[in-house]
């Protein structure tokens, strides 16, 4: 298996564009997790899905976000508009059900200038 | 807010020593994980101990937990170069994780 897949790796947008980030999660997994990483707040939960439901997104911070799942392969964090403020390291996890073991994407670094 | 509370924060070792990194908790818990982040790099799960266990191994990994405390220790022993990375605890609530901030440790060869 390829793992968790997130697309793209690195971004770089202008305050006021909207972003879009994507993942794909492991084949089988039925919760998929969005996670945001900064330096000052550490891992932040954002917004988890089981078997394609949003299950609680508690953790998105305004209304400037949201978090779609389509199908089982594939989900989507949207920052519209974003903000510098924005800029984090964005991660996607998936786990076959929980609380088990959560596996990562490689993240996507956003940066809003 | 951050459920679990590395300890210490950063930890710089010798190659071939033994590290230990800490983690207390808040709230009543279903099981522990912990998970190593390299730099760059998304978190890969190490070992997950549940709240009826006191100890678990995994190759040159141990874990302890103590729910009276409300604690956990990870233990790496013969600690290698390839260990540096930051490490961190999580615990379960429900089907959500929450993580603590991470006790980054550098090995130096």
């Known amino acids: 298996d390829a793992g968790v897949i997130q697309s793209p790796r690195h971004e770089v947008t202008e305050m006021g564009q909207e972003v879009t980030l994507r993942c794909k999660p492991i084949?089988?997994?039925?919760?998929l997790f969005w996670y945001r990483q900064t330096m000052m707040r550490g891992l932040e939960l954002l917004i988890y899905?089981?078997?394609?439901?949003?299950?609680?997104d508690s953790g998105m911070p305004e209304d400037r976000f949201s978090a779609k799942m389509p199908n089982a392969s594939f989900s989507t964090l949207k920052i519209q508009p974003s903000e510098p403020r924005d800029s984090a390291v964005y991660f996607c996890?998936?786990?076959?059900?929980?609380?088990?073991?959560?596996?990562f994407g490689p993240g996507t670094r956003l940066t809003v200038t | 807010s951050q459920q679990g509370e590395e300890d210490p924060q950063a930890l710089s070792i010798q190659e071939g020593e033994n590290a230990t990194m800490n983690c207390s908790y808040k709230?009543?818990?279903?099981?522990l994980q912990w998970y190593r982040q390299n730099s760059g790099r998304g978190l890969v799960h190490l070992i997950l101990?549940?709240?009826?266990?006191r100890e678990k191994h995994s190759g040159r990994l141990r874990v302890t937990l103590d729910t009276s405390k409300k604690s956990s220790s990870l233990l790496i022993t013969a600690s290698r170069a390839a260990d540096t990375a930051s490490y961190f605890c999580?615990?379960?609530?429900?089907?959500?994780?929450?993580f603590g901030e991470g006790t980054q440790l550098t090995v130096n060869p």
């Open positions: 999580a615990t379960n609530s429900g089907s959500r994780l929450t």
């Open positions: 101990i549940r709240s009826n266990e």
């Open positions: 899905f089981n078997n394609n439901v949003p299950i609680d």
């Open positions: 996890a998936s786990s076959p059900r929980a609380p088990r073991p959560q596996y």
């Open positions: 709230t009543s818990i279903n099981n």
């Open positions: 084949s089988g997994h039925d919760y």
